[in-house]
């Protein structure tokens, strides 16, 4: 159980994706331009990243070494699909909003990077666990980067009016400029805060991926 709490965790405060690891940024500069738009993406993303880290999991003694990429592309790549359908048939306002950024959850570096780093070398429950953990800390990330965009640019939080009548909105931050700005105001405010809490890195079994060294985290 100690296990389990603690993979599931990780994801939400030392490494966050967006923030600390610096993974899945396309999406995030992309689709945060309300906070409902960053929340529906987060959730699409945690449906894919449970769910591949799963079967990754499950099937890791299985699948042959030199082929376990393309394996876990196309599971990630069937889930995708899987939640892309469930979008159109439940909430088709939010999958035309996010566009092309929903069947570009496959090739988003966090769904590939969990799979290879940690559903391949562990067991189901605690791949699980990271999985759940890290779509929680993505999809908060995008929520509040997306409230700030929708408050600041449009004086809105969810679609509803939260500024004083007078408030002129400052269309900059729902631009592509104001999302970096935005975004780098953010992770500057984690930086100074990992400081006071020690600093954090990755694991060692996340600086070892792929994902990691183009992050220029690697070893």
Known sequence: MNGFVKEFTKGLWKEVP???????LCPTLAVTKSAGNGFGMGVAVIFVLVLSNFFVSLLRNLIPAKVRIACFIVIAATLVVAAELLMQAYAYPLYQALGIFVPLI???????????????????????????????????????????????????????????????????????????????????????????????????????????YRAGMGE
């Open 18 to 24: 967006p923030f600390r690891l610096v993974l899945g």
């Open 106 to 212: 496959v090739v988003n570096c966090i769904i590939l990077g969990r799979a290879e780093a940690f559903a391949s070398k562990n067991n189901p429950l605690l791949s699980v666990a990271d999985g759940l953990g890290m779509g929680m800390g993505y999809t908060v990330s995008l929520t509040v980067l997306g409230s700030l965009r929708e408050v600041f640019g449009a004086g809105t939080l969810f679609g509803a009016h939260v500024m004083p009548a007078g408030f002129e909105p400052f269309g900059f931050m729902v631009e592509a400029p104001g999302a970096f700005v935005c975004l780098g105001l953010l992770l500057a405010v984690m930086n100074f805060l990992g400081k006071i809490d020690g600093g954090a890195r990755p694991p060692a079994e996340c600086r070892s991926c792929g994902a990691c």
